[in-house]
Protein backbone atom coordinates (compact mmCIF):
# COMPACT_ATOMS: atom_id res chain seq x y z
CA UNK A 1 0.00 0.00 0.00
CA UNK A 2 1.45 3.64 -1.17
CA UNK A 3 2.39 5.70 2.18
CA UNK A 4 2.07 9.36 2.32
CA UNK A 5 4.12 11.88 2.97
CA UNK A 6 2.89 14.82 4.77
CA UNK A 7 4.33 18.57 3.34
CA UNK A 8 4.62 21.26 5.79
CA UNK A 9 6.05 23.90 4.05
CA UNK A 10 2.82 25.79 4.08
CA UNK A 11 2.49 26.11 8.19
CA UNK A 12 6.19 27.36 8.21
CA UNK A 13 4.55 29.85 5.30
CA UNK A 14 1.94 31.27 7.33
CA UNK A 15 4.87 31.34 10.10
CA UNK A 16 6.74 33.48 8.10
CA UNK A 17 4.00 36.07 7.14
CA UNK A 18 4.18 37.34 10.32
CA UNK A 19 7.41 36.51 11.69
CA UNK A 20 6.73 35.30 14.89
CA UNK A 21 6.44 31.26 16.16
CA UNK A 22 3.27 30.17 15.48
CA UNK A 23 2.24 27.98 13.65
CA UNK A 24 5.48 25.88 14.88
CA UNK A 25 5.91 23.44 11.87
CA UNK A 26 7.42 21.25 14.30
CA UNK A 27 4.01 20.80 16.02
CA UNK A 28 2.55 20.09 12.99
CA UNK A 29 4.86 17.29 11.74
CA UNK A 30 3.97 15.67 15.00
CA UNK A 31 0.37 15.95 14.98
CA UNK A 32 0.45 14.44 11.60
CA UNK A 33 2.60 11.41 12.46
CA UNK A 34 0.17 10.69 14.89
CA UNK A 35 -2.41 11.02 12.79
CA UNK A 36 -1.34 7.99 10.35
CA UNK A 37 1.38 10.29 7.90
CA UNK A 38 4.21 8.32 6.91
CA UNK A 39 6.66 10.55 6.69
CA UNK A 40 7.30 14.24 6.90
CA UNK A 41 8.34 16.54 3.57
CA UNK A 42 9.99 19.68 3.99
CA UNK A 43 11.14 21.94 1.28
CA UNK A 44 14.31 24.30 2.38
CA UNK A 45 14.40 27.08 -0.52
CA UNK A 46 18.19 29.20 -0.81
CA UNK A 47 15.93 32.12 0.08
CA UNK A 48 14.43 30.14 3.43
CA UNK A 49 10.69 31.98 1.90
CA UNK A 50 9.20 29.19 4.35
CA UNK A 51 10.93 26.50 5.85
CA UNK A 52 13.89 27.36 8.00
CA UNK A 53 17.43 26.17 9.01
CA UNK A 54 15.98 25.86 12.47
CA UNK A 55 13.36 24.25 11.43
CA UNK A 56 14.98 21.74 9.80
CA UNK A 57 17.52 20.85 12.89
CA UNK A 58 14.44 20.33 14.96
CA UNK A 59 12.34 18.23 12.81
CA UNK A 60 15.35 15.89 12.05
CA UNK A 61 15.21 15.24 15.89
CA UNK A 62 11.76 15.06 16.41
CA UNK A 63 10.61 12.84 13.44
CA UNK A 64 10.02 9.53 14.02
CA UNK A 65 9.09 8.19 11.04
CA UNK A 66 11.03 9.50 7.44
CA UNK A 67 12.21 12.90 6.94
CA UNK A 68 12.37 14.10 3.17
CA UNK A 69 14.41 17.29 2.38
CA UNK A 70 13.62 18.53 -0.71
CA UNK A 71 16.37 20.80 -1.80
CA UNK A 72 17.92 22.35 -4.85
CA UNK A 73 21.28 20.82 -5.82
CA UNK A 74 23.45 23.54 -4.77
CA UNK A 75 26.97 23.50 -2.39
CA UNK A 76 25.36 24.56 0.17
CA UNK A 77 22.12 22.47 -0.02
CA UNK A 78 24.63 19.44 -0.37
CA UNK A 79 26.48 20.03 2.73
CA UNK A 80 23.16 21.06 4.88
CA UNK A 81 21.91 17.69 4.14
CA UNK A 82 25.09 16.07 5.04
CA UNK A 83 25.54 17.96 8.25
CA UNK A 84 21.53 16.97 9.06
CA UNK A 85 21.10 13.48 7.49
CA UNK A 86 17.41 13.53 6.60
CA UNK A 87 16.37 10.06 5.27
CA UNK A 88 15.99 11.38 2.02
CA UNK A 89 16.42 14.32 -0.47
CA UNK A 90 14.12 14.91 -3.20
CA UNK A 91 16.10 17.07 -5.55
CA UNK A 92 14.10 19.48 -7.08
CA UNK A 93 14.70 22.59 -9.81
CA UNK A 94 14.62 25.93 -8.32
CA UNK A 95 13.73 29.44 -9.42
CA UNK A 96 13.31 32.37 -6.69
CA UNK A 97 10.70 34.06 -8.43
CA UNK A 98 8.46 31.26 -8.57
CA UNK A 99 5.56 30.93 -6.04
CA UNK A 100 5.89 26.45 -6.07
CA UNK A 101 7.88 24.44 -7.83
CA UNK A 102 6.71 24.32 -11.25
CA UNK A 103 8.02 21.49 -13.50
CA UNK A 104 10.91 18.54 -13.06
CA UNK A 105 14.63 19.03 -13.05
CA UNK A 106 16.15 18.44 -16.04
CA UNK A 107 17.74 15.64 -15.24
CA UNK A 108 19.08 14.87 -18.98
CA UNK A 109 20.44 18.48 -19.33
CA UNK A 110 22.18 18.74 -16.47
CA UNK A 111 23.40 14.81 -15.83
CA UNK A 112 26.78 15.73 -14.69
CA UNK A 113 26.18 18.36 -12.13
CA UNK A 114 22.74 15.63 -10.76
CA UNK A 115 25.02 12.98 -10.56
CA UNK A 116 27.66 14.62 -8.35
CA UNK A 117 24.88 15.49 -6.17
CA UNK A 118 23.94 12.08 -5.99
CA UNK A 119 27.22 10.56 -5.35
CA UNK A 120 28.14 13.03 -2.66
CA UNK A 121 24.12 12.85 -0.83
CA UNK A 122 24.86 8.81 -1.08
CA UNK A 123 28.08 9.12 0.17
CA UNK A 124 26.49 10.19 3.50
CA UNK A 125 24.13 7.53 3.85
CA UNK A 126 21.17 9.65 2.19
CA UNK A 127 18.62 7.89 0.08
CA UNK A 128 18.30 10.05 -3.01
CA UNK A 129 15.20 11.05 -4.92
CA UNK A 130 14.84 13.36 -8.33
CA UNK A 131 11.82 15.23 -8.88
CA UNK A 132 10.88 14.75 -12.48
CA UNK A 133 8.14 14.83 -15.05
CA UNK A 134 6.60 11.94 -16.47
CA UNK A 135 9.09 11.31 -19.42
CA UNK A 136 10.90 8.50 -20.73
CA UNK A 137 14.19 10.57 -21.25
CA UNK A 138 13.89 11.90 -17.60
CA UNK A 139 13.70 9.35 -15.87
CA UNK A 140 16.09 7.14 -18.13
CA UNK A 141 18.85 9.76 -17.10
CA UNK A 142 17.41 9.39 -13.39
CA UNK A 143 18.72 6.05 -13.62
CA UNK A 144 21.85 6.79 -15.57
CA UNK A 145 22.54 9.52 -12.75
CA UNK A 146 22.32 7.15 -10.06
CA UNK A 147 19.23 8.09 -8.08
CA UNK A 148 17.31 5.92 -5.36
CA UNK A 149 14.00 6.88 -6.37
CA UNK A 150 12.36 9.20 -8.55
CA UNK A 151 9.30 11.31 -7.57
CA UNK A 152 7.33 11.67 -10.45
CA UNK A 153 5.86 15.59 -11.38
CA UNK A 154 1.89 14.87 -11.07
CA UNK A 155 0.77 18.69 -11.78
CA UNK A 156 0.40 18.31 -15.69
CA UNK A 157 -2.49 15.60 -14.76
CA UNK A 158 -3.62 17.45 -11.39
CA UNK A 159 -4.40 20.63 -13.48
CA UNK A 160 -6.14 18.97 -16.19
CA UNK A 161 -9.31 20.65 -17.22
CA UNK A 162 -10.96 17.63 -19.38
CA UNK A 163 -11.55 13.72 -19.17
CA UNK A 164 -9.36 13.53 -22.17
CA UNK A 165 -6.23 15.25 -20.76
CA UNK A 166 -6.45 13.56 -17.50
CA UNK A 167 -6.66 10.38 -19.06
CA UNK A 168 -3.53 11.24 -21.66
CA UNK A 169 -1.42 12.30 -18.09
CA UNK A 170 -2.56 9.48 -16.21
CA UNK A 171 -1.01 7.18 -19.30
CA UNK A 172 2.09 9.02 -19.32
CA UNK A 173 2.33 8.64 -15.83
CA UNK A 174 1.55 4.92 -15.46
CA UNK A 175 4.24 4.89 -18.16
CA UNK A 176 6.59 6.25 -15.97
CA UNK A 177 5.94 4.22 -13.20
CA UNK A 178 6.60 1.32 -15.21
CA UNK A 179 9.91 2.65 -16.73
CA UNK A 180 11.50 3.35 -13.16
CA UNK A 181 10.09 0.45 -11.43
CA UNK A 182 12.17 -1.61 -14.83
CA UNK A 183 15.32 0.43 -14.08
CA UNK A 184 15.10 -0.64 -10.66
CA UNK A 185 14.00 2.50 -8.84
CA UNK A 186 11.93 3.62 -6.36
CA UNK A 187 8.31 5.75 -7.24
CA UNK A 188 7.03 8.68 -5.77
CA UNK A 189 4.90 11.05 -7.00
CA UNK A 190 3.61 14.55 -6.14
CA UNK A 191 2.51 17.89 -6.88
CA UNK A 192 -1.16 19.49 -7.16
CA UNK A 193 -2.54 16.21 -5.56
CA UNK A 194 -5.77 16.77 -3.21
CA UNK A 195 -8.85 14.64 -1.91
CA UNK A 196 -10.76 15.29 -5.59
CA UNK A 197 -8.00 13.81 -7.56
CA UNK A 198 -5.80 11.26 -5.47
CA UNK A 199 -7.92 8.36 -6.41
CA UNK A 200 -7.40 7.87 -9.54
CA UNK A 201 -3.54 7.91 -9.68
CA UNK A 202 -3.13 6.11 -6.25
CA UNK A 203 -5.37 3.14 -8.14
CA UNK A 204 -2.34 3.13 -10.57
CA UNK A 205 -0.41 1.16 -8.61
CA UNK A 206 3.42 1.16 -8.53
CA UNK A 207 3.93 4.51 -6.58
CA UNK A 208 5.55 4.15 -3.12
CA UNK A 209 4.95 7.47 -1.43
CA UNK A 210 2.69 10.57 -2.31
CA UNK A 211 4.03 13.83 -1.09
CA UNK A 212 1.04 16.35 -0.65
CA UNK A 213 1.36 19.41 1.06
CA UNK A 214 -0.65 22.54 0.12
CA UNK A 215 -4.47 20.55 0.01
CA UNK A 216 -4.19 18.61 3.33
CA UNK A 217 -2.64 22.27 4.58
CA UNK A 218 -5.81 24.05 3.35
CA UNK A 219 -8.08 21.63 4.83
CA UNK A 220 -6.45 21.08 8.28
CA UNK A 221 -7.22 25.35 8.45
CA UNK A 222 -10.96 24.42 8.38
CA UNK A 223 -11.32 20.85 10.25
CA UNK A 224 -7.78 20.22 11.61
CA UNK A 225 -4.97 18.69 10.38
CA UNK A 226 -5.64 15.38 12.39
CA UNK A 227 -9.14 15.10 10.13
CA UNK A 228 -6.99 16.43 6.70
CA UNK A 229 -4.12 14.20 7.98
CA UNK A 230 -6.49 10.76 8.10
CA UNK A 231 -8.88 11.46 5.55
CA UNK A 232 -5.93 12.01 2.84
CA UNK A 233 -4.51 8.48 4.12
CA UNK A 234 -8.16 6.62 3.96
CA UNK A 235 -8.52 7.74 0.31
CA UNK A 236 -4.89 6.49 -0.90
CA UNK A 237 -5.54 3.43 1.32
CA UNK A 238 -8.75 2.58 -0.27
CA UNK A 239 -7.99 3.92 -4.00
Known amino acids: MARLG ?22 AAVMAELAGADGITIHLREDRR ?4 RDLKLLRRTVRTKLNLEMASTEEMIQIALSSKPDMCTLVPEKRQELTTEGGLDV ?9 AIEKLQGGDITVSLFVDPDPDQIKSADKAGADYVEIHTGAYAEARDWKTEQQELAKIENAIKLASKLGMGVNAGH ?20 IGHSIISKAVLVGLDVAVRDMCELIKYA
Open 6 to 27: VNIDHVATIRQARGGMEPDPVA
Open 50 to 53: HIQD
Open 192 to 211: GLNYSNIKKIASLGGIEEFN
Open 108 to 116: RLNLDSVAA
